[in-house]
Structure formats: C-alpha cells, structure tokens
C-alpha cells in the first residue's frame, strides 16, 4: 500500500502531510497523558517486527503502489490505538528516509492510509466491539479479519482516492479500483489470521 512520490501531486501530497501531522501530534499527546512508560521498550520491539514484514512487498502495476502487510492493528491490539499508530508513523518514516520506500511527499498519505484507518479507524470501531471484554479464540479470529479486512480496503481505496485527485495515474478510477481492492482482500485476510494468531498466543 506504499505509494510513491511520482504518483502524488504536491497539493495532495501537502494536505496529506497536514492530516497525518495532525493526528501524530494528537496521538502524542494522548500517549503522554496516559503516561505509559512500560509500552516503551514493545513499541520498539513491535516496530523492529512490523518494519521487517513491510520489507517484504510486491508492486502492483500500473498503480504506483505496493501490496504488503500492514501490521496497523496488530500494534493497535497490543499497543492501544493512540501508541499504535505513533509506532506506525516512525516505521514509515524510517522507510522513506532511509529506504527510499515510498517517498518523503508521500509520507503523509503513507501515514495516513496505513495508520489512521487500521489503528484509529478498524481497531476502536471493528476490533473491540466483536471482540468483547473477554474474547475467547473465535471472538478473536473473526475480529481480526473483519478489521483487518476492512482496514486495509478503507487504505487501499485512499490510495485510489489521491492517486486519481493527483491527476497523474493513467488508469480509470473503475479500473484502479479492480486491481487494488481485490488484492488487499486477499493480504487482510492474512493479515487478520495472523494478527489472531499472535494475540492469541500472547493472551495464553
């Protein structure tokens, strides 16, 4: 879901950048009240791990961006959503700084699509309400697809969404639409089992 700076206009680009600096602000701020100290040393933990499974991508063609898991909710589930998505803005900021994945005028629809709508979005909204107080290995499973699904379908139809207002993508908004949905079906799914997976492990 990584998209790139050739694919962005900078009017895009900059109002992206104001959205995603908004909410990291507004979640920094939220993490310093609830002053938890102890999530310190798993947030970068977590971001090590979730940083090496975005490494491992594939382009989609013709879309100027790149299929991956995104690991948002996973750090929302065991992080809370505010520490979630932070960890999420610096793993991306590393990447593009560093890595030249996704690009710096990018940066902020990265953020955005890849944080906001799985930590801010899924997680409080999807995840907790199937989930429950007390969820039992079921509960679990069907609400870390659900919102892993339906995170990554919001991100990916942003992606087509500032692509297309960009006014540089040579594809039809329909066709767009076809190549990325479908594929972040298939990777929510997968990610949803795996985000079960390991909070399951961890809850035991």
């Given at each position: 879901?990584?998209?790139?700076?050739?694919?962005?206009?900078?009017?895009?680009?900059?109002t992206?950048?104001?959205?995603?600096?908004?909410?990291?602000?507004?979640?920094?701020?939220?993490?310093?009240?609830?002053?938890?100290?102890?999530?310190?040393?798993?947030?970068?933990?977590?971001?090590?791990?979730?940083?090496?499974?975005q490494?491992?991508?594939?382009?989609i063609?013709?879309?100027?961006?790149s299929?991956h898991?995104?690991?948002?909710?996973?750090l929302?589930?065991?992080?809370g959503p505010y520490?979630?998505?932070l960890?999420?803005?610096a793993?991306?900021?590393?990447?593009?700084?560093?890595?030249?994945?996704?690009?710096?005028l990018?940066l902020?629809?990265?953020?955005?699509?890849?944080?906001?709508?799985?930590?801010l979005?899924a997680?409080?909204?999807?995840?907790?309400?199937?989930?429950?107080?007390?969820?039992?290995?079921?509960?679990?499973?069907?609400?870390?697809?659900?919102?892993?699904?339906?995170?990554?379908?919001?991100?990916?139809?942003?992606?087509v969404?500032?692509?297309?207002?960009?006014?540089?993508?040579?594809?039809?908004?329909?066709?767009f639409?076809e190549?990325?949905?479908?594929?972040?079906?298939?990777?929510?799914?997968?990610?949803g089992?795996?985000t079960?997976?390991?909070?399951?492990?961890?809850?035991?």
């Amino acid at each position: 879901m990584h998209m790139a700076d050739g694919f962005i206009s900078p009017a895009v680009g900059c109002t992206m950048w104001a959205a995603s600096a908004a909410i990291t602000a507004l979640c920094a701020r939220k993490v310093r009240q609830e002053k938890e100290v102890r999530l310190v040393p798993l947030m970068g933990v977590l971001g090590a791990f979730i940083f090496a499974c975005q490494m491992l991508n594939f382009t989609i063609p013709g879309t100027g961006s790149s299929g991956h898991l995104g690991g948002g909710l996973i750090l929302a589930v065991l992080l809370g959503p505010y520490a979630g998505f932070l960890v999420m803005a610096a793993i991306l900021a590393v990447q593009a700084l560093f890595f030249a994945d996704g690009g710096l005028l990018a940066l902020g629809c990265n953020i955005f699509n890849m944080g906001f709508f799985s930590c801010l979005v899924a997680y409080p909204f999807i995840y907790r309400p199937l989930a429950g107080k007390n969820p039992g290995t079921g509960r679990i499973t069907l609400a870390s697809i659900t919102a892993a699904v339906i995170g990554l379908q919001l991100g990916a139809f942003s992606v087509v969404l500032e692509t297309t207002a960009s006014g540089i993508s040579a594809l039809p908004f329909a066709q767009f639409v076809e190549l990325m949905l479908p594929i972040h079906l298939a990777i929510g799914v997968v990610e949803g089992l795996a985000t079960a997976a390991i909070v399951i492990f961890i809850s035991k």
